[in-house]
């Protein structure tokens, strides 16, 4: 099955800098790439997700890059904020398999202000 | 998300003991899903349904049960056959259609066993 690979599993950055959160993921039929924040004790939350036919996509501060050969894809969170401070979670999945969503061991985001 | 709900909020078991975790969906989703969290950790599927009365196993379902008898409604049994089961136990839902496969999910119970 899918196995998908998050690094770093932590990360600290000062307040105004940039941060990236790296996953890699084994099965090449993946078609569908969330990234979720999960704040202490709260439901995860959908932040922005990428689909294969599309190699990159922005929403205001945050962008996610996918590259299909080397199976990876990446989070970069820019003008980082205290608020941005969380878990980050990515995730892959087959939409013709039931979306059945396999996700990386998660980023704790620490924003230093 | 709003339209998860989950219950109850926290909840405690003596071992050996069945508990049954509820997940209401107003969102006319077709598909649920069950995960677990450890500390620490990412999401682990247990279970999932496409459709009512239909469910399949996800990655780690020895010790639990589910049923979908409603659209709205997927709840989650913990077994005593459950070895380790304190965790936080989080229910999503999608539409479920090719393209509209955004999972929502709700606000998680935190089972311990006491």
């Known amino acids: 099955g899918e196995n998908v690979e998050q690094h770093p599993s932590t990360l600290s950055v000062q307040e105004g800098d940039s941060a990236v959160i790296k996953c890699t993921y084994s099965d090449s039929a993946s078609n569908y790439f969330p990234w979720y924040k999960q704040e202490l004790g709260k439901r995860p939350q959908l932040i922005i997700d990428i689909r294969s036919n599309v190699g990159e996509k922005k929403d205001q501060r945050i962008a996610v890059t996918l590259n299909k050969t080397a199976k990876h894809f990446s989070l970069h969170i820019t003008e980082t904020q205290p608020e941005d401070s969380a878990v980050y979670f990515c995730?892959?999945?087959?939409?013709?398999?039931?979306?059945?969503?396999?996700f990386g061991g998660g980023t704790r985001v620490l924003v230093k202000p | 998300d709003g339209g998860i709900t989950q219950s109850p909020k926290y909840l405690f078991r003596k071992e050996g003991q069945n508990v049954t975790l509820s997940c209401e969906q107003n969102?006319?989703?077709?598909?649920m899903y069950w995960y677990r969290q450890d500390p620490g950790q990412g999401l682990r599927l247990i279970y999932y349904?496409?459709?009512?009365?239909?469910?399949q196993k996800g990655d780690i379902a020895e010790g639990y049960s589910v049923s979908r008898e409603k659209k709205e409604s997927f709840p989650l049994t913990v077994t005593s056959a459950q070895k380790n089961p304190t965790a936080f136990y989080l229910c999503a839902s999608s539409a479920g259609l090719a393209g509209a496969d955004t999972q929502y999910f709700g606000p998680g119970t935190r089972l311990t066993v006491l």
């Open positions: 349904s496409q459709i009512v009365n239909d469910f």
């Open positions: 969102l006319n989703h077709d598909a």
């Open positions: 995730a892959a999945s087959k939409t013709t398999a039931g979306n059945k969503l396999t």
